[in-house]
Nanobody, 123 residues
């Protein structure tokens, strides 16, 4: 599976961005998909994940009620809708795929990674 993330950019605090991750490969629908982020000088942290069917999701607490992860298996696409953005959401965002049924929050559990897209939130 190859992943290509896009949609990052510069936004003011309180604004919104929608990240997309396009996947190649016919088995996309069998993967758990996740979003992680890495701020300058910090480790890569879990943001959200979604099951292969799209019926199960998990979020890190700081983004609950602000971010929504979704997927379209017909289009091999996973998205992250980010609303009410805060300065602390500034990071490079990565999409990832895991051959799993579980919604892992640990980056080492993911098998494939996209190249990252930068989100900058100005205060």
């Amino acid at each position: 599976v190859q992943l290509q993330a896009s949609g990052g950019g510069l936004v003011q605090a309180g604004g919104s961005l929608r990240l997309s991750c396009a996947a190649s490969g016919r088995t996309f629908s069998s993967y758990v998909m996740g979003w992680f982020r890495q701020a300058p000088g910090k480790e890569r942290d879990f943001v959200a994940a979604i099951t292969w069917s799209g019926t199960g999701t998990k979020y890190t607490d700081p983004v609950k009620d602000r971010f929504v992860i979704s997927r379209d298996n017909a289009k091999n696409m996973v998205t992250l809708q980010m609303d009410s953005l805060k300065f602390e959401d500034t990071a490079v965002y990565y999409c990832a795929a895991a051959r799993s049924l579980a919604l892992y929050t640990t980056s080492s559990r993911y098998d494939y990674w996209g190249q990252g897209t930068l989100v900058t939130v100005s205060s």
